[in-house]
C-alpha cells in the first residue's frame, strides 16, 4: 500500500487510489466539473489540478495514481494561480445569467467559482451560442452553458446503458447531443440533471417554478415500485415541488429511476379531498358523519363471510393492519394483498424475497431472469445488474421476453419448459449455474401472477437448490416485486385466513352475490366489473378506478402526506415521512379505520401511530427494526401442479402509468406518449 505525503499530512491508502481521493479521505476538497466518483475518469476539465514534487507543472489529480513516496501540495501559490486560470477559461464563453438561471443555489460552477476563481476575466470577445437540444420531456437543456465535462455522455453510456448521448466537433466548436435529435430512451435519464454540474440540463418540468432556497426538504421513501428507494421529498407550502434521490449503498445508490423522480405532479391532480356517497347512482360530497353512517346501515347484520377486503400497491403497513383487524373482528377472513391475484405460496419468507439483497447483485458471477423484465419492475435492480457486467466475468441468462435489458445475455426460452430444463439440469446453461460461484436468480411478478404461480414458484426453487444457488452464507433465489406494499402485506399476514378467499375468490364471489361487502384500500388494479352489486368502500387518495365504482369513499392520505412503514422486495423495513398536510378533509389511513371500527362496534386497540406500530411488532418480528434487514432462513415453498405453458410476459404494459398517482401526472402523460411506441420497438436480442 503506498505511503505519500499530502500538505505535511504522511498518508497510506488502498493500490489505484488517486490522489484526488487521497486528498478526500484526508478532508482536503479539490475542486472538480469531469470528476465523479462513480463513472469513468476523463481528466478533461482540469480544475483539481494540483502541485506534485519533482513534476515539471501542476497535475490532475483525478487521473493520477497514488505512488510510494509522492509529495502533494494543494495549497500552493501555483495552484492557486492554475485553479483560476482553469476557471478563467471555463467562464469565458459561460452565460452571465445566474440571477435567472434554474440551477442557481445548486450549481456546482457558481459555487467553485466563488471558493476557486479569478476575480476578472481578459476575454474582451463575444461569446459564442449553442443551440438547444431535444432531450424529451423530462430534460430542459440550456446548452450554452455546457463546459464540456462529459458526466452526461459518461452516464448514458456507462451507468443507464444508453449510449445516445455523444460529442461533435472540437475545442470550442464541441457540442454535446444526440446526433439525431431524439428523446433519451431510458428509465434512468433524469439522473443526468443530477450529474451535470452546471444548468446546461435541469428538469423540465421543475424549470422556474421555485428557488432551492424556499423549499423545506423531508427525506422518505419511494412507492413507484418495491425497491423502497430512498428519495427526499421538496416541498413548498402544502405542494410537492420535486423529487430527487438520497443515497443509499444498499439500494439505489445515488440514482432514481424517471418515474419515481418526475410523477410527483400527480399528487394534486384527480384528488380525493372529501368523503362520497352514492345517492340516486351518483356519487355526492358527504360528511364523514353521513359517510360512516352510510357504511355501518350496510354492513350491519352482514355475516362475516359475505365481507372482503382488498388492500392496494401503496398502502403502507399501518393501514394494512387496522383494516386486517376490523375486517377480522367483523368476522371475516376474506382479505388479500395481492390485488393481481398472484396465488403463490407465503408459507416461507425466503419464497417471496430479494434475499440475495440489491447490494448483493455485484458479488453473482450468474443470473437467470425468469418472467422479469426488470428495466421496468426494477429499474435500480437492472442498473445494479449493469454494474456488475461493466466489472466483468458475469453470465445472465433470459427465460421470458427477448427485449433490450441494457447488457448482452443469453437467450435461453419463453417459458415454464425453459425452466423446467433448468431445474432437472438438462438445460446447457445448468453448466454455467453450477460452476458460477455464486449463481441468483430473479422471479419476476408477472410469473406469480399466473394461475400456476405457486406451481412456477416451486420449479423455480428446484432450479435454484438444483444449480447450486443456496450456501452458506450466500442464497441465490430472488423474487422481484413490482408493488410497495406487497412484501408489506405478506409479512403481516393480510392474506386469506383458514377457508378464507384471495382476490380471485373474492371478485368472483361479489360478481355471483356471495360476497355482499367489498372495502377496497386503494386497490385500483382491479377489474371493478366483476365487483357486481356489492356494496364497496373505497378508501384512497385518487379519483381513480377503484373510487368510480364505490358506494362510499373515504379521502386517505397519499404517501407524501402521512408516517408510515413500507417494506421492500428484499423485505428491509423503511419508513416514510409526512412531507405535507393531507389535503382537505382527507385523514391517515390507520387514523380513518381506527374511527369507523367504532361505528362498525369493533373496537381497535390503538390510539397512536406508536401503538400501531407496536400492534406491527407483534403481527411480525421484522417490524421490531426499522431501517434493517431482516434476512429469511431457507425452507421448502411453492406446490408442485399443472403448469401451463404459456410463454412469460412482464406484467407492466406503460412503464409511466401503473398506479394512481402517475396515471394522474402530466408527466407520465408526456413521457407515454412520447416513449411508448419506442418502448415496443426496443426489442433487441442479445447472446
Request: proline letters at 5%; hydrophobic letters at 40%; aromatic letters at 6%.
Amino acid at each position: 500500500m503506498p505511503k505519500l505525503t499530502i500538505d505535511g499530512i504522511e498518508v497510506e491508502v488502498e493500490p489505484g487510489t488517486s490522489v484526488l481521493q487521497a486528498c478526500e479521505q484526508i478532508g482536503i476538497e479539490i475542486p472538480r466539473f469531469c470528476y465523479h466518483e462513480r463513472l469513468t475518469v476523463p481528466a478533461n476539465c482540469r480544475m483539481c489540478l494540483v502541485e506534485m514534487e519533482k513534476a515539471p507543472k501542476p497535475v490532475a489529480s483525478c487521473a493520477m495514481p497514488c505512488g510510494e513516496g509522492m509529495v502533494i501540495k494543494t495549497n500552493t501559490d501555483l495552484v492557486h494561480k492554475a485553479r483560476k486560470g482553469v476557471m478563467e477559461f471555463l467562464l469565458i464563453n459561460h452565460p452571465l445569467d445566474c440571477p435567472i438561471c434554474d440551477q442557481g443555489g445548486e450549481c456546482d460552477l457558481q459555487d467553485q467559482a466563488m471558493g476557486y476563481g479569478f476575480d476578472r476575466s481578459r476575454f474582451q470577445e463575444n461569446k459564442r451560442a449553442v443551440k438547444d437540444k431535444y432531450l424529451g420531456p423530462l430534460i430542459k437543456t440550456i446548452m450554452t452553458r455546457c463546459i464540456h465535462c462529459t458526466r452526461c455522455i459518461r452516464f448514458a453510456d456507462e451507468i443507464a446503458g444508453v449510449p445516445e448521448l455523444g460529442a461533435t466537433g472540437r475545442g470550442e466548436h464541441m457540442e454535446v447531443g444526440t446526433y439525431i435529435e431524439q428523446a433519451i430512451s431510458s428509465e434512468l435519464s433524469g439522473n443526468l440533471i443530477d450529474v451535470c454540474p452546471v444548468g446546461a440540463l435541469t428538469s423540465k418540468p421543475y424549470a422556474f417554478t421555485t428557488r432551492p432556497w424556499e423549499l423545506r426538504k423531508t427525506e422518505t421513501i419511494d412507492v413507484m415500485d418495491a425497491l423502497g428507494s430512498n428519495i427526499r421529498v421538496d416541498t413548498r407550502g402544502p405542494e410537492v415541488m420535486r423529487l430527487t434521490p438520497r443515497l443509499n449503498e444498499d439500494i439505489n445508490e445515488e440514482w432514481l429511476a424517471d418515474k419515481s423522480r418526475f410523477h410527483y405532479d400527480g399528487l394534486k391532480r384527480q384528488r380525493l379531498d372529501r368523503p362520497y356517497v352514492r345517492r340516486d347512482g351518483k356519487l355526492q360530497p358527504a360528511t364523514w358523519a353521513e359517510a360512516f353512517t352510510a357504511i355501518a346501515e350496510r354492513v350491519k347484520g352482514v355475516p362475516g363471510d359475505r365481507i372482503a377486503a382488498l388492500a392496494g400497491d401503496l398502502c403502507d403497513a399501518e393501514s394494512m393492519v387496522a383494516l386486517k383487524d376490523l375486517v377480522e373482528g367483523l368476522g371475516s377472513k376474506n382479505l388479500d394483498c395481492r390485488q393481481d391475484g398472484a396465488a403463490f405460496d407465503t408459507s416461507a419468507r425466503a419464497g417471496y424475497l430479494f434475499n440475495t439483497t440489491i447490494a448483493g447483485i455485484e458479488k453473482a458471477d450468474a443470473i437467470l431472469l425468469i418472467g422479469t423484465y426488470p428495466r421496468w419492475e426494477g429499474s435500480m435492480v437492472n442498473a445494479r445488474i449493469r454494474k456488475r457486467y461493466l466489472m466483468g466475468g458475469l453470465k445472465v441468462g433470459v427465460v421470458g421476453e427477448r427485449r433490450d435489458l441494457t447488457y448482452p445475455y443469453t437467450y435461453l426460452g419463453a417459458g415454464p419448459q425453459t425452466l423446467q430444463e433448468l431445474a432437472d439440469g438438462s438445460h446447457e446453461f445448468c453448466e454455467i449455474l453450477k460452476t458460477a460461484k455464486r449463481p441468483m436468480l430473479i422471479l419476476g411478478a408477472g410469473a406469480l401472477r399466473r394461475a400456476d404461480g405457486a406451481a412456477i414458484q416451486a420449479l423455480a426453487r428446484q432450479a435454484a437448490e438444483a444449480n447450486n444457488m443456496v450456501q452458506d452464507g450466500w442464497n441465490g433465489f430472488n423474487v422481484l416485486h413490482t408493488a410497495a406494499a406487497r412484501v408489506g402485506g405478506l409479512e403481516l399476514g393480510f392474506l386469506p385466513g383458514q377457508g378464507g378467499k384471495a382476490t380471485a375468490e373474492i371478485l368472483a364471489g361479489a360478481s355471483s352475490g356471495a360476497i355482499e361487502v367489498v372495502y377496497l384500500l386503494g386497490a385500483d388494479e382491479i377489474d371493478t366489473a366483476k365487483l357486481g352489486d356489492a356494496f364497496v368502500i373505497y378508501q384512497g387518495h385518487h379519483g381513480d378506478r377503484g373510487a368510480h365504482r364505490a358506494d362510499v369513499v373515504l379521502p386517505g392520505a397519499a404517501y407524501t402526506e402521512k408516517n408510515g412503514l413500507y417494506v421492500n422486495t428484499e423485505g428491509r423495513v423503511q419508513m416514510a415521512r409526512m412531507a405535507v398536510f393531507p389535503l382537505g378533509e382527507a385523514r391517515e389511513d390507520w387514523k380513518i379505520l381506527r374511527a369507523l371500527g367504532d361505528q362498525l362496534g369493533v373496537r381497535l386497540p390503538y390510539d397512536s401511530l406508536a401503538q400501531v406500530r407496536k400492534r406491527l411488532a407483534e403481527a411480525s418480528p421484522v417490524f421490531r427494526s426499522i431501517e434493517s434487514l431482516t434476512m429469511a432462513e431457507w425452507g421448502p415453498f411453492g406446490q408442485a401442479g399443472t403448469i401451463d405453458a404459456a410463454p412469460f410476459h412482464c406484467p407492466i404494459e406503460n412503464y409511466y402509468m401503473t398506479d394512481p398517482i402517475s396515471r394522474a401526472s402530466a408527466t407520465m402523460a408526456k413521457c407515454t406518449e412520447t416513449f411508448l411506441a419506442a418502448a415496443s420497438e426496443r426489442t433487441g436480442t442479445h447472446g
